[in-house]
C-alpha cells in the first residue's frame, strides 16, 4: 500500500531516557513533516524537510532532532525524555515543489513519558 | 500569526441528520485542507481545497477565499463520521500548515 508508516505506534518510557521514531513514505513526495498533537487535540508543526534539507525549524527544544537519510524516510530522536513529551507525533508527506501541497499523515506515534 | 478558529466546537447529532461546520481564518491563505480524526486517532484527507466547491459522496466542501472562510458539509450522517474534524490552512508567503481548533461530531445511532 502506497502510505506513510510510523514506528513504532505506541512508545512508553522513562524520564531522562532518550527515544527515536521512525517514518517512511512511498508516496514520492520531497518534503516530509513532524507534528506533536497534545493532549487538547492541538496539532503543530515541529519540523520541515525537502529532500533532506531542513525548512521549517519551529521554536522546539534542542532535545529534538531530526534526521532525513533521503527523502522517504524522516526519523526524530528526542534526547532526556520529560514528561511534557507525552503526546501524540504526527509524521507527513507531500509533494511541495509541485505546488499541490497535499499533505498526507502517518498513523501517528503516541509517546507516555512516565 | 494567523489564526484558524472552527466552529461548533462540539456537535451532536442523530443518525441520518445534516451538519455543517464552519472554518474561518484571519488572513490570507494559498490553500486549505479538511481533515477527519477518526476514534482511532488517524488523521484521513477529506478535501484540498484553496476555492470553489468539491463533492466526494455524502460530503462536500466550500471555501471562499476573499472571505476568509470554510464550509464543510456532511449529510446523512453515520456513526462513522464520529471524531473530530479539522481544517488546515498554508498562510501566503508561509511553509507551514496551520491547524484549526477543530470540531468534535458524535453521531448516535
Known amino acids: 500500500d502506497t502510505a506513510v508508516s510510523q514506528t513504532p505506534k505506541y512508545l512508553v518510557t522513562q524520564m531522562g531516557n532518550d527515544k527515536s521514531i521512525k517514518c517512511e513514505q512511498n508516496?514520492?513526495?520531497?518534503?516530509m513533516y513532524w507534528y506533536k498533537q497534545d493532549s487538547k487535540k492541538f496539532l503543530k508543526i515541529m519540523f520541515s524537510?525537502?529532500?533532506?534539507?531542513?525548512?521549517i525549524n519551529e521554536t522546539v527544544p534542542n532535545r529534538f532532532s531530526p534526521k532525513s537519510p533521503d527523502k522517504a524516510h524522516l526519523n526524530l530522536h528526542i534526547n532526556s525524555l520529560e514528561l511534557g513529551d507525552s503526546a501524540v507525533y504526527f509524521c507527513?508527506?507531500?509533494?511541495?515543489?509541485?505546488?499541490?501541497?497535499?499533505?498526507?499523515f502517518g498513523p501517528g506515534t503516541r509517546l507516555t513519558v512516565l | 500569526g494567523i489564526q484558524v478558529e472552527q466552529s461548533p466546537p462540539d456537535l451532536i447529532l442523530q443518525e441520518g441528520a445534516n451538519s455543517t461546520l464552519r472554518c474561518n481564518f484571519s488572513?490570507?491563505?494559498?490553500?486549505l485542507q479538511w481533515f477527519h480524526q477518526n476514534p482511532w486517532g488517524q488523521l484521513i484527507n477529506l478535501f484540498y481545497?484553496?476555492?470553489g466547491t468539491k463533492q466526494n459522496g455524502r460530503l462536500s466542501a466550500t471555501t471562499v477565499a476573499t472571505e476568509r472562510y470554510s464550509l464543510l458539509y456532511i449529510s446523512s450522517s453515520q456513526t462513522t463520521d464520529s471524531g473530530v474534524y479539522f481544517c488546515?490552512?498554508?498562510?501566503?508567503?508561509?511553509?507551514?500548515?496551520?491547524f484549526g481548533t477543530g470540531t468534535r461530531l458524535t453521531i448516535i445511532p
Open positions: 488546515a490552512v498554508y498562510p501566503f508567503g508561509n511553509e507551514k500548515l496551520t
Open positions: 481545497i484553496p476555492s
Open positions: 524537510y525537502n529532500n533532506k534539507e531542513l525548512i
Open positions: 488572513d490570507s491563505v494559498n490553500n
Open positions: 507527513a508527506s507531500s509533494h511541495r515543489t509541485s505546488g499541490y501541497n497535499e499533505q498526507f
Open positions: 508516496l514520492g513526495h520531497d518534503t
